[in-house]
């Protein structure tokens, strides 16, 4: 006793499914598992209790006509005299009611032969599962088996694995491809600042993970990703409207449920958030219960999404509309439709009533999706067994040794599992597809949610996705915002052209600032992540957008500073030769003979050539004016600083001649003598200048060391010896005439060159010990410009203090320009 009720607990049944079916007798049977009855409403279980489910009541309209697209299909083959020609294909079909052990205990009973589902031939070929959990049970359970499974709707990743699940095919794609589709979309419309809600299980980690693959690299960021608990929908559905409703987003990308989509999006209704565009996966993009819901369509206007394929099959619809109970007693389930359709069994009427007319989801075939994927299951089933089945006498086709042939009665799975591995199928509507592994390729609708008059949405097909080929009709889409205008979802405005991007410390890349390209960079592109430097010949628009070939650069005539300079060297030589008519009127005076009219003369000369000098390096440099500059430069002031050298020394010589027994020391100051001590000063710094510029002058050259929009053109000093030998000289002489008139500063007279020539001396050497860093320090054609102020500035110093008290003298002050007056002293 005790033995029996223990056997009675071990094989009880966690409820009873239900025993209702549908088959034919053929040849060769295939099964079918679909979920027609609605699960009733959750009992909370007790852990103290065993588990027990409460049968399934209601018929569901939607995979009835999966059924009848599968028997369709059959019929169909059967009728066919190419496919499968003498042999019939029969089927038995069962619900699962989408609960797992009886969706187990359904299969098994297929595939072992149950007499209590009419008849006991075992069937060679399962097509199942509308959820990628319950394909995965079965086929890991039937794989010991090799019992082939073509699941219509499972299409997780996971199912694609070949080998844990060697046996399972399936006619819908992977969820992987329409994530990566949804990524494309993205990408197309250029949408770089998202968010995203997913059902918090594998089906939505897996399709964000993806997702977030496709778009990394395209600039695309993720505001938030809301993850969504089947267990506490409506709390999170709150929770996932605030934040939308605080995200800057206006794209909102959803892996979910449709029924946790609905909850949302009565969510979002209550604070009225709208204007948010949302890209749905296939999972909710065709639900009726969405589109039809007027208080959703207030938000959910626009969507865009990725649905399961739809296709036509001819014949269908008219073959829905001929169903009647009365003609096939034995199909339970659709003695059940009737009933509910039209409130009695089809005896009670005769059989008078019809579908022809009745507009009912049940006949509705414009849109044939899961539908579709049954059928081409049936068709796949039936080509394998037309491959296995072609050999006569149970001989391997011509040439394909891998293959083993069969016939009706002594079918073995593991045979038609290799044949359904390599099958290639053409449907009668001339569509072909084949297995990749488990899968098939990528087909995906392309969707969109319109709204009607009546204030529902209607699903409007607007492209297609072909493996990975997006086909868009973007004319024909209906944005969120009630226009034709893509929504822009950007976090930051793209940089123009001539910016790059910074990114904003602890914020996504996605936002950003638009910084400027420095002087020098451009970028030519919308969203430049870096600048890029111009070459040394070019530099950056005032755009920043393009590199243009730099201005060439030189110290002109034409502009402010070359002006400025210009007049400051031809005033010089107009003053100079001035005072040098002054003195030529006035030779005769006391005070122009007193202070050597010869060398004051030549003086004067020497001064003119260079203040006339510094307008040599004014203007366009070239081969000759190079050379030329800095050799009358070096020899105009060395001719000048001789005359002033020997003036000195003449002084020095004239009082020390009074001096007892120096009478012939004044012999070797004499005309001749001082006319030829500065004519051997002179040629010393001749002699210099020749051999520079005969050994290494300077050259024209373009100066791209200076960074700016403009070249300079200059005179490059390729030996620097040479130019530090002719200031050299000049400083020599300088130094030596500021030092000797020093000494004579304090010689009795009332008119004493010497001290003038102390003062012009002082200056004369404060300009070009001054020149010499402000020259090493500028930049471009301001080089040039140091070594005119200071030719010009040592110039002018010379003129004023040597000759304008003089000049004073002798035109304001007549009466000390006596010989009494000079010699007073």
């Not at 990528?442 to 072909?466: C, F, H």
């Not at 500028?778 to 003089?806: D, Q, R, T």
């Amino acid at each position: 006793m005790g033995i029996e009720v223990a056997q009675a607990i071990l094989c009880s049944r966690w409820g009873a499914p239900s025993d209702k079916n549908l088959s034919q007798d053929g040849d060769v049977i295939i099964g079918g598992l679909f979920n027609l009855y609605y699960i009733p409403s959750a009992v909370e279980q007790s852990f103290t209790e065993q588990p027990h489910y409460e049968s399934c009541t209601g018929l569901d309209v939607e995979p009835l006509k999966y059924t009848h697209a599968m028997v369709f299909a059959v019929e169909e083959i059967n009728r066919n005299s190419t496919l499968l020609p003498g042999v019939k294909l029969g089927y038995r079909i069962l619900d699962s009611c989408s609960r797992y052990p009886w969706a187990l205990q359904a299969a098994l009973s297929l595939v072992g032969g149950d007499t209590n589902s009419s008849g006991d031939q075992p069937v060679d070929l399962l097509i199942a599962a509308a959820a990628s959990i319950t394909a995965t049970m079965l086929s890991s359970i039937l794989a010991p088996l090799s019992v082939p499974v073509i699941s219509y709707l499972a299409s997780s990743p996971g199912l694609s694995d070949r080998t844990k699940f060697p046996n399972f095919f399936r006619t819908i794609p992977s969820d992987i491809y329409q994530a990566r589709a949804m990524a494309q979309l993205a990408i197309r419309f250029h949408w770089t600042w998202m968010g995203a809600v997913i059902v918090d299980n594998v089906y939505g980690q897996l399709a964000i993970q993806v997702f977030q693959e496709e778009i990394q690299g395209k600039g695309i960021c993720l505001d938030f990703v809301e993850a969504v608990r089947r267990e506490n929908t409506e709390s999170d559905s709150r929770r996932v409207a605030l934040t939308i409703q605080g995200s800057t987003t206006r794209v909102i990308l959803i892996f979910s449920w449709y029924a946790d989509v609905k909850i949302m999006f009565l969510e979002l209704a209550k604070i009225n958030v709208t204007n948010r565009q949302f890209l749905a996966s296939e999972a909710w993009s065709t639900s009726d219960d969405l589109l039809q819901d007027v208080a959703i369509s207030k938000v959910a206007s626009g969507v865009l999404g990725v649905a399961i394929r739809s296709s036509t099959i001819p014949g269908f619809e008219k073959y829905l509309r001929s169903l009647n109970p009365i003609y096939r007693p034995d199909d339970e389930f659709l003695r059940e439709f009737w009933q509910n359709v039209f409130g009695c069994s089809p005896e009670a009427k005769h059989g008078t009533e019809s579908l022809q007319g009745l507009q009912h989801p049940f006949t509705d075939t414009s849109q044939l999706r899961v539908a579709y994927n049954v059928y081409l299951a049936v068709y796949a089933a039936a080509h394998a067994l037309h491959s296995l089945l072609s050999c006569p006498d149970g001989d391997r086709p011509p040439g394909n040794n891998s293959f083993t042939c069969s016939s009706p009665k002594n079918i073995r799975p593991k045979d038609l599992l290799q044949h359904l591995s390599k099958v290639n199928v053409t449907t009668p509507q001339g569509e072909t597809f084949h297995f990749q592994g488990a899968d098939i390729p990528a087909k995906y609708d392309l969707v969109n949610w319109q709204k009607k008059t009546d204030g529902s949405l209607k699903l409007v097909l607007i492209g297609r996705v072909d493996e990975f080929d997006l086909h868009l009709n973007e004319s024909a889409i209906e944005w969120s915002t009630g226009t034709n205008q893509v929504p822009v979802s950007v976090c930051s405005e793209s940089c123009p052209p001539g910016t790059r991007k910074a990114s904003r410390k602890g914020e996504p890349l996605c936002c950003f600032d638009c910084i400027p390209c420095a002087e020098g960079e451009i970028s030519n592109k919308t969203g430049s992540l870096h600048c890029e430097r111009c070459p040394l010949e070019f530099w950056s628009n005032a755009e920043q957008t393009a590199c243009v070939p730099r201005q060439l650069d030189f110290l002109s005539f034409n502009e402010t500073l070359g002006i400025t300079l210009t007049t400051a060297a031809v005033s010089g030589a107009a003053v100079t030769t001035a005072v040098f008519v002054v003195f030529l009127y006035y030779r005769q005076t006391p005070m122009v003979r007193a202070n050597n009219s010869d060398l004051s003369f030549l003086l004067l000369l020497s001064l003119k050539l260079c203040f006339l000098c510094s307008l040599v390096f004014i203007g366009r440099p070239s081969v000759w004016s190079c050379r030329f500059q800095q050799a009358a430069f070096g020899i105009s002031f060395v001719l000048c600083v001789s005359c002033l050298l020997v003036k000195t020394l003449v002084v020095l010589a004239v009082f020390r001649s009074a001096q007892p027994g120096a009478g012939a020391f004044i012999k070797w100051f004499g005309p001749g003598q001082q006319r030829g001590s500065v004519c051997l000063f002179t040629c010393i710094q001749v002699i210099i200048c020749a051999t520079w510029l005969s050994l290494s002058p300077p050259v024209p050259r373009r100066d791209l060391g200076f960074q700016g929009s403009k070249v300079t053109l200059e005179c490059a000093m390729a030996s620097v010896v040479g130019f530090s030998l002719v200031l050299g000289y000049i400083g020599l002489l300088a130094c030596t005439c500021l030092l000797l008139a020093f000494l004579a500063r304090k010689l009795p007279d009332n008119f004493n060159e010497a001290k003038l020539i102390t003062f012009s001396m002082l200056i004369f050497c404060a300009v070009w010990v001054a020149f010499v860093p402000a020259y090493v320090s500028s930049p471009g054609k301001y080089v040039v410009a140091v070594e005119i102020f200071a030719i010009l500035a040592s110039s002018y110093g010379l003129l004023l203090c040597i000759f304008v008290p003089k000049c004073f003298i002798i035109l304001f002050r007549p009466d000390r320009n006596t010989k009494k007056y000079l010699m007073e002293r």
